[in-house]
């Protein structure tokens, strides 16, 4: 069974991001991260979230006559849950990721070498695609709100997910699906793939929107490698995107770290702004005070 990170195990239909990711739930209210957590301007800490199962997503990357492409699935539109939505190849890290072949109490490190592992399989096995291991970075993390308030799944299909970015190799064309959970694939440009979000021809969840949004400024893979965290031109630190949900009178949205709301504040207080406004087309994020990742409303379609 493939188990995709944004949305949790396929046979029972449940997501793991903990979002209304279609964007036709109610929103609610939910907790700020734990306060056993340490916060930084690139998210809380630690990036693995203990009660989350550990997954990873890797986002296939190419060079093109019109710029950068990355490569996208689309689910089958009969699954319960997220049919239709397009995402990227990803799934739970396997024992047989860990160096020893166990995921016995591993730590930090041992996770994120495992990630890595899984995220270069999961390319293979969910698109048929080989990625360049030198070129596989670490991009972001996704951790959806706590179990007690998460949106229409259980615990147990909670995921805590390490997103790559990763150079493919050889004849990037020569995609090859199930055509089971995976019904369609295209090779897209980051800001075409917002414009069709935004129109309504696609769906997706938000965590591929806001990886979209990161991508659509860069021109080709190098500038996406250099843009990585550690990196010249990325943040210092890997960012964790670990959600909270709020509502006001305006809409809903999804709060990440430094929001003025993100630790439970009036999400109509002034202040910095980091969210994503999803209750109606074209999305819309917010992110105020961020020179490494500015996000454009414009290239989703916004104002």
Known sequence: MTTDPEFGDTEVGDTAVGETAAGNTAARNTAPPESGSSHTEFGPRPLWDPGAIPAA????LRDSPTGLQTLMLRRDTKLRFAGGMWVWPGGRIDPEDFAHGTAERPTEDD???????????E??????????????RRWSQWTPPPPHESVDHPPRHRFSTAFFVGVAIGDTDAVTIDDGEIRDHRWIGPAEMLELHASGEVTMAPPTFITLEHLAPLRNPAEVLLGAPGARSGPPEVEHFSTVVGATEDGWAALYHGDVAYTGEDMARPGPRHRLWMDELPWRYERSGDPNRSASSASAGGS
Do not use: K, Q
């Open 57 to 60: 997503t890797i986002i296939p």
């Open 111 to 121: 996770l994120d070498s495992a990630a890595r592992v899984a995220a270069l399989r």
């Open 123 to 136: 390319a293979d096995e969910e698109a048929g695609v080989t990625i360049e291991p030198a070129t596989i």
